[in-house]
Nanobody
Framework: QVHLVESGGGLVEAGGSLRLSCAAS????????MGWYRQAPGKQRDLVATITSGGTSNYEDSVKGRFTISRGNAKNTVDLQMNSLKPEDTGVYYC?????????????WGQGTQVTVSS
């Protein structure tokens, strides 16, 4: 069993910054790709950014140059630094990891953390 726990969401004014963190715990052999997704009210969950085990990152076009994904200093963690936030960045942000656990590669999700950007 693997659990992901996110932290760092909150309310911020447009132009401000927030840093999200996600930590995985449980029966983990290794972690492949880590990522962040967001779901705005009434919309589907969309990709924000991913980072591979080798450190290659990928971003959704609207966040390029503003958001930075990184594998955290602590093992099995991933961070998302969000700068120059806009009201359209508002949503629930979910952490996602592809984890080798119990002999299989499985995908896991966190419970989500709310990010609200006021105009």
């Amino acid at each position: 069993q693997v659990h992901l726990v996110e932290s760092g969401g909150g309310l911020v004014e447009a132009g401000g910054s927030l840093r999200l963190s996600c930590a995985a715990s449980g029966s983990i052999f290794s972690i492949n790709t880590m990522g962040w997704y967001r779901q705005a009210p009434g919309k589907q969950r969309d990709l924000v950014a991913t980072i591979t085990s080798g450190g290659t990152s990928n971003y959704e076009d609207s966040v390029k140059g503003r958001f930075t994904i990184s594998r955290g200093n602590a093992k099995n963690t991933v961070d998302l630094q969000m700068n120059s936030l806009k009201p359209e960045d508002t949503g629930v942000y979910y952490c996602n990891m592809y984890v080798y656990s119990m002999g299989r590669l499985q995908t896991y999700w966190g419970q989500g953390t709310q990010v609200t950007v006021s105009s």
